[in-house]
């Protein structure tokens, strides 16, 4: 599925992405920085730059149809905003109402939206359940409020399906101590920098703790669950801060401890019933309070040591920033060395400054620096050239009263102005308009590159919806071929068609078939794909499967989204009319390519075609068992035996699957032998009756596995001989 999450650079938001990608989902990130860390998030996922409330994100609502969508985002620091309470009240509420819109116009599956305890009041008993009265104390619980408020009515009035979360004092790695929200991460951050911990109050005051990774399961589960509404998210248990003090202390010593002021909007004791999420997720917290910090320890730890290294690598490359001069210097640097060229050139070229020289160098010194640097530095040329021409004239033995009167001379320098300023004003201009237009063409290509990027994800989104049509090959047409090599009535036959039709849809050589008998505590290899290198077991006890045997019934498929040794990729199980286990169908190795969707849907149909006409093939053995069994038995008769074993002969020839055939030396009747046999012959085994005598198929047995046999049909009372491994019955 697609997922957007919304402020998933952030403490819960990075971890939440994880989580779901882990579990096979493609992850999309809004995030406008403000607080998320880009390298929160190590899994493969794609990001956009944008506020919540950005006109940009129906662009890519547009372009991707995202399956849920998980909203996030907020201020990042509780404490910012409850000291500045108007900071985040336009960002977080705006761009949650743009959400909420976005996924009503774009038929979103659900919304998930993460609020706070904050939302109770510090009145009423304790614990708080989620029908208690909402009467948020400070500014951050109001906002929250205000959030739900607009869920629930867009779920009232569009019907958009929402589940809001109301989590107590989250807590763990990726969290900083400028998130604010619990003391827990400022504290270690202190305790590691061997600073003072500042307490505000008296550290008597109780909170609900829960650990982030709790947290996210809560999220993964409300998300995977038909449930809308609202669900409080906590470990039901309240810890004063000296509690977490004395944690903290089993890691390090801490340094010391100051009790200042408490917070005006700090709630005194707050604990959340976390019961209803229990019942209706199926979720529990895992990691209690001891544990969840010593995780948390350990992460800042390694955080701030990498923190480290970074600061002192920055201020390597300060320094030789600061070695060389500041850009913004440079302009006087020019115009000074200019006037020095200025200088240079009037002292060697004339006795005086306008007199005997043929050519005004002052004008060219100023055009120069004008045009280069604009008004401003113009001026500067100017005033230094005027300066000059009075030194020249004062060192020629003229005076200040003398230059001012000739008229010449402020002649000059008035033309000095009047080009300096006249040139330079006009360099500022074009300078502006060049710069407004660059502004401009940043904007449009910043546009442009947004555009592109829609554009691109749109095209790829096309190619994988082609692609799906194309590999389909006439999904009409194979589901007619798979049904018609389905179309037997023998139990067998249906086994080895189901893998060869799995093999070729799923574009794999590593299929296997168990069977599963009535109240066995096995299950029993039926067919497998004929490949050397698939080793897999002939039986496999339930019991060591007990946790994916749940979950394949549960969820009607398992999939090895943690690729786990020695694990299928994909088991689906096959179950008759009351829910019993026939089969399940596993699926080994699949290319990266086919871990899609489409070929889970493709999995799952095949599978249920196969379980149509398995019920079909056992229906139709039920109703002519009278025609396959001796009377009062179940031996087979002549046909029936050899219709199985020439079945069992072709399974070994084309999947090789191993069996052996035995005969039973004696017997007294066909009834005694029947009673013997059911108590030591398994489900998948089959005995019957020819002209000779009678004979056992052994199914998925080898003949070096035949004396412990031997031992187990003696305790039977039932005598055989070995024939062979797939000899014809003459």
């Known amino acids: 599925m697609k997922i957007l999450i919304a402020g998933g650079y952030g403490f819960i938001g990075s971890t939440v992405a994880e989580r779901f990608y882990k579990e096979g989902n493609e992850i999309y990130i809004i995030d406008n920085l403000s607080s998320g860390d880009a390298n929160n998030v190590k899994v493969k996922h794609k990001f956009y730059n944008l506020d919540t409330s950005d006109k940009k994100c129906e662009e890519i609502f547009k372009a991707i149809a995202f399956d849920m969508v998980i909203y996030l985002a907020e201020c990042g620091s509780i404490n910012v905003l409850e000291e500045h309470p108007n900071l985040d009240e336009c960002l977080s509420v705006s761009g949650l109402i743009n959400i909420l819109t976005l996924s009503t116009k774009f038929n979103i599956k659900k919304v998930l939206y993460l609020s706070s305890a904050l939302v109770y009041s510090d009145k009423g008993s304790l614990p708080h359940i989620e029908e208690d009265i909402v009467d948020a104390n400070s500014p951050y619980g109001i906002l929250k409020t205000t959030g739900e408020m607009y869920c629930k009515k867009w779920s009232e009035i569009y019907n958009l399906n929402v589940v809001i979360l109301r989590v107590s004092s989250a807590y763990g790695p990726k969290q900083k101590s400028i998130d604010g929200g619990n003391y827990i991460c400022e504290f270690i951050e202190r305790n590691i920098s061997e600073d003072e911990v500042v307490v505000y109050g008296d550290g008597t005051q109780t909170k609900d703790y829960i650990y982030i990774e709790d947290v996210v399961d809560a999220i993964y589960k409300s998300m995977s669950s038909s449930f809308s509404g609202v669900l409080?998210?906590?470990?039901?248990?309240?810890?004063?801060?000296?509690?977490?003090?004395?944690?903290?202390?089993?890691?390090?010593?801490?340094?010391?401890?100051?009790?200042?002021?408490?917070?005006?909007?700090?709630?005194?004791?707050?604990?959340?019933?976390?019961?209803?999420?229990?019942?209706?997720?199926?979720?529990?917290?895992?990691?209690?309070?001891?544990?969840?910090?010593?995780?948390?320890?350990?992460?800042?730890?390694?955080?701030?040591e990498q923190d480290k290294n970074k600061i002192s690598k920055s201020n390597i490359k300060d320094e030789k920033k600061d070695a060389l001069f500041s850009s913004k210097y440079i302009p006087y640097i020019e115009n000074m060395l200019g006037f020095l060229v200025l200088y240079f050139l009037t002292s060697k070229f004339s006795n005086s400054m306008y007199g005997d020289s043929n050519f005004n160098f002052s004008i060219v010194y100023i055009v120069l620096i004008a045009i280069v640097y604009g008004t401003r530095q113009a001026v500067i040329s100017v005033i230094l050239s005027t300066l000059l021409s009075i030194f020249n004239?004062?060192?020629?033995?003229?005076?200040?009263?003398?230059?001012?009167?000739?008229?010449?001379?402020?002649?000059?320098?008035?033309?000095?102005?009047?080009?300096g300023l006249a040139?330079?004003?006009?360099?500022?201009?074009?300078?502006?308009?060049?710069?407004?237009?660059?502004?401009?063409?940043?904007?449009?290509?910043?546009?442009?590159?947004?555009?592109?990027?829609?554009?691109?994800?749109?095209?790829?989104?096309?190619?994988?919806?082609?692609?799906?049509?194309?590999?389909?090959?006439?999904?009409?047409?194979?589901?007619?071929?798979?049904?018609?090599?389905?179309?037997?009535?023998?139990?067998?036959?249906?086994?080895?068609?189901?893998?060869?039709?799995?093999?070729?849809?799923?574009?794999?050589?590593?299929?296997?078939?168990?069977?599963?008998?009535?109240?066995?505590?096995?299950?029993?290899?039926?067919?497998?794909?004929?490949?050397?290198?698939?080793?897999?077991?002939?039986?496999?006890?339930?019991?060591?499967?007990?946790?994916?045997?749940?979950?394949?019934?549960?969820?009607?498929?398992?999939?090895?989204?943690?690729?786990?040794?020695?694990?299928?990729?994909?088991?689906?199980?096959?179950?008759?009319?009351s829910g019993n286990d026939i089969a399940y169908v596993c699926v080994y190795n699949v290319e990266f390519n086919y871990i899609t969707l489409y070929f889970e849907n493709l999995f799952k149909i095949i599978v249920e075609l196969v379980k149509s006409s398995l019920l079909k093939a056992y229906a139709y053995e039920i109703a002519i068992n009278k025609e396959r069994f001796i009377k009062d038995t179940r031996i087979l008769n002549d046909n029936a035996f050899k219709t199985i074993y020439l079945s069992k002969?072709?399974?070994?020839?084309?999947?090789?699957?191993?069996?052996?055939?035995?005969?039973?030396?004696?017997?007294?009747?066909?009834?005694?032998?029947?009673?013997?046999?059911?108590?030591?012959?398994?489900?998948?085994?089959?005995?019957?009756?020819?002209n000779d005598g009678v004979y056992i198929i052994l199914s998925n047995t080898k003949a070096k596995d035949y004396e412990s046999i031997v031992k187990r049909?003696?305790?039977?009372?039932?005598?055989?001989?070995?024939?062979?491994?797939?000899?014809?019955?003459?």
Do not use: C
């Open 713 to 730: 049909l003696r305790e039977g009372n039932i005598d055989t001989e070995f024939i062979d491994e797939g000899g014809l019955i003459e």
């Open 232 to 304: 409080n998210i906590s470990s039901n248990e309240q810890h004063s801060v000296n509690e977490i003090l004395d944690l903290i202390k089993d890691e390090k010593p801490i340094k010391s401890v100051i009790y200042s002021k408490d917070k005006w909007w700090d709630i005194k004791n707050m604990q959340l019933d976390n019961n209803k999420a229990k019942k209706i997720l199926n979720w529990n917290p895992k990691y209690p309070l001891k544990q969840g910090i010593k995780l948390t320890y350990k992460w800042s730890k390694e955080q701030l």
């Open 393 to 419: 004239f004062l060192h020629l033995g003229g005076d200040i009263v003398s230059f001012i009167y000739e008229q010449r001379h402020i002649i000059q320098i008035l033309m000095n102005i009047i080009v």
């Open 649 to 690: 002969k072709r399974l070994k020839e084309e999947k090789n699957i191993p069996y052996i055939l035995v005969k039973v030396k004696s017997f007294t009747s066909f009834e005694e032998l029947n009673y013997n046999a059911l108590n030591v012959i398994r489900d998948t085994d089959y005995i019957g009756a020819i």
């Open 423 to 577: 040139i330079g004003y006009r360099i500022d201009k074009l300078n502006s308009d060049i710069n407004s237009k660059d502004m401009e063409i940043s904007s449009v290509k910043e546009k442009y590159n947004f555009l592109e990027i829609i554009y691109n994800e749109t095209l790829i989104v096309k190619e994988e919806l082609s692609a799906q049509i194309l590999n389909s090959q006439d999904v009409f047409g194979k589901m007619y071929k798979i049904t018609k090599e389905l179309d037997k009535l023998d139990v067998e036959d249906i086994f080895q068609n189901a893998v060869d039709i799995i093999e070729e849809a799923m574009k794999t050589k590593t299929v296997a078939i168990y069977a599963s008998g009535v109240n066995s505590k096995y299950l029993r290899l039926v067919s497998k794909s004929k490949d050397s290198n698939l080793n897999i077991k002939g039986s496999v006890k339930k019991l060591d499967y007990k946790n994916i045997i749940e979950e394949i019934k549960r969820d009607g498929i398992y999939i090895n989204r943690n690729l786990e040794k020695g694990i299928p990729m994909f088991i689906s199980p096959i179950l008759d009319e």
